[in-house]
């Protein structure tokens, strides 16, 4: 039978996206690091045990859920199956407007699209094209977003400055508003 | 809780009404306590006072309530007025229907908004779970393709501009709303322009270069106003007799002076 | 013992970002899609059992790992941003209008809720809950609007089909015979 601490763990490492150190997981159950550990170390071994096909590993110093390297082929074939691999015009809009209004926060380029962005901005901050730069000051702290070095070298470009410049063109009035007020959080 | 009694509680203890629906769904239900000793009077009053505490007088919303008032005062005056014999049969029938169509509207809303509840409740027991959103380990990246293969340093501008260039504005469809091309402010100030030279007028007169079924319900809500306000008296001598008009106030009155000056927008 | 098709399941599960539909399950384990499901639905059962703290489900038309709702005080501890914003009264109505009358134009919602409905819609439009799906074919061609993949994942439904009937909310005898006394000329 599963401890509470232990289920909490299961679900916490479920829903990160990064390794979680135990000093995190110790804090957030109000135990010691070493009962994180033990704890931890447990479930890895009983997912063993259950030969399940994800695995339970510390890795960069905190523990997290992985597929098990046994089931790599299928993940490959995921991965070269499962997604479409063109850019498509919406990612590549959305990059535009990172690249252009950085640093700049998920409501604010979703708002000037007009769309949820929250997919497409995942899937470029995992190809590597786009990272969190800084955080708003403002309340609710939103994440502001900007683009890599990976990004300048894909377009060989040497600084954000080599951007074409936008010349006389004018935003309408809506981005304007949402670039001013975007940072508000989410009604 | 003096609320079901005394119908100025209405004004403390009502939220703030989206709409005319909202508010005449709670006025209703809340007298369902009471279900025989529902007034349609007591609905219009809180109706005119919530029309009274609308600060800017949003067009949509106040032709909605408009209309809704027009029908509910129409209801009300049938109530006062029992002898019925001479009632054009046509005008009775239009009035059953027009409150046909409003109950049905009414009830209508009422559907959704019971929906809308389970719907809060289903994604509050679906917020308790969060996803898994971590995606790909780093050892499954390579295998990705470059999606900015092909990618210019222009087509990457072009996009911008076509993110931030304003879409064209999606066309709202007015046909079903009348136009309202009068506010009560408006009508209130000629009323106190034109009463204090007549004196004595019927709503009949009042009324009668009026096209428009709004404009003359502005009217009534203006001259329901100055009522309120003890600048006119109101005097019916019988059943459908004509509304005789009384203009009791001052000759100069303002429209400053008057709390209906918040009607502005 | 788990077999090699449930393991390849959890791996994959494990790296999607979102629900995995089992049709494509089912092509890259090549199994037929009843079988996908019928493995789903064990490894479901099989976490339970376990008294894990995650779940196996089935939302949006896919599969997917999700936190177990039991540990929600931890998790919400855990997740720093507010991604699970409780949405208004107002944008709720809204919502529901769009959900059981879809397609549905912004005037339709609007006639319905009896106000302006322009900026909740554009509100759950940018956050994701509903789109545009057609065009009115009459004059004026109205947008119209239905709901999302995400509505779906934020109710926590697999298909539309699982709403319940609009007939459930009917209103009773004694609201309608409360609604028809209220309106009644001669009372």
């Known amino acids: 039978m599963a401890s509470e601490e232990e289920r909490a763990i299961e679900a916490i490492l479920m829903v990160a996206e990064d390794p979680i150190e135990p000093g995190l997981l110790a804090q957030l159950l109000e135990v010691s690091v070493e009962r994180v550990e033990a704890m931890c170390t447990a479930l890895a071994e009983s997912y063993e045990a259950d030969d399940r096909g994800f695995a339970l590993v510390r890795v960069a110093g905190g523990y997290r859920f992985q597929s098990h390297p046994d089931l790599s082929p299928y993940v490959e074939r995921f991965v070269l199956e499962g997604q479409n691999a063109r850019m498509s015009s919406a990612a590549l809009e959305t990059l535009a407007i990172v690249a252009y209004k950085q640093p700049v926060s998920r409501a604010q380029v979703s708002a000037i699209r007009?769309?949820?962005?929250?997919g497409v901005m995942r899937?470029?901050?995992v190809r590597g094209y786009i990272e969190e730069v800084a955080r708003d000051p403002g309340p609710g702290q939103a994440v502001l977003y900007g683009t890599t070095r990976m990004f300048l070298e894909k377009l060989g470009l040497d600084t954000l400055d080599d951007l074409p410049p936008l010349g006389d063109f004018v935003p309408g009035p809506d981005v304007v508003e949402a670039l001013e007020q975007g940072l508000r959080p989410d009604a | 809780m003096a609320g079901i009694l005394d119908p100025m509680a209405y004004d403390v203890a009502t939220p703030v009404f989206e709409g005319p629906f909202d508010l005449l769904l709670h006025l209703i239900t809340r007298e369902q306590v009471d279900l025989y000793e529902i007034s349609i009077s007591r609905i219009i009053d809180a109706y005119l006072a919530e029309l009274d505490r609308m600060e800017n007088l949003d067009l949509d919303v106040a032709t909605e309530f408009l209309l809704i008032a027009s029908t509910l005062i129409e209801l009300k005056t049938r109530r006062l007025l029992p002898g019925r014999d001479d009632v054009d049969l046509d005008e009775e029938l239009a009035l059953w229907e027009e409150r046909d169509v409003l109950l049905a509207r009414l009830l209508e809303c009422k559907t959704f908004k019971d929906a809308a509840d389970v719907l809060s409740r289903l994604a509050a027991a679906a917020d308790r779970s969060v996803p898994r959103r971590t995606g790909l380990e780093e050892r499954f990246l390579s295998l990705t393709p470059d999606l900015l293969a092909g990618v210019t340093p222009a087509r990457l501008k072009d996009a911008f501009i076509r993110a931030v260039t304003p879409k064209p504005p999606a066309r709202v469809l007015?046909?079903?709303?009348?136009?309202?091309?009068?506010?009560?402010?408006?009508?209130?100030?000629e009323l106190i322009d034109e009463?204090?030279?007549v004196g004595v007028i019927t709503f009949r007169h009042l009324t009668q270069e009026l096209v428009e079924r709004l404009e003359v319900i502005v009217r009534f809500l203006a001259v329901l106003e100055l009522f309120k306000e003890g600048l006119v008296?109101?005097?019916q001598d019988g059943n459908f007799a004509d509304l005789t008009v009384t203009w009791l106030g001052d000759k100069a009155v303002t429209l400053e002076s008057l709390s209906v000056e918040e009607y502005q927008g």
Chains 1, 3 share one sequence.
């Open chain 1, 114 to 118: 007009g769309v949820n962005v929250d």
């Open chain 1, 123 to 125: 899937t470029l901050q």
């Open chain 2, 174 to 189: 007015l046909d079903h709303v009348a136009p309202i091309r009068i506010s009560v402010q408006d009508a209130v100030e």
């Open chain 2, 233 to 235: 008296d109101l005097d």
């Open chain 2, 195 to 197: 009463l204090p030279r």
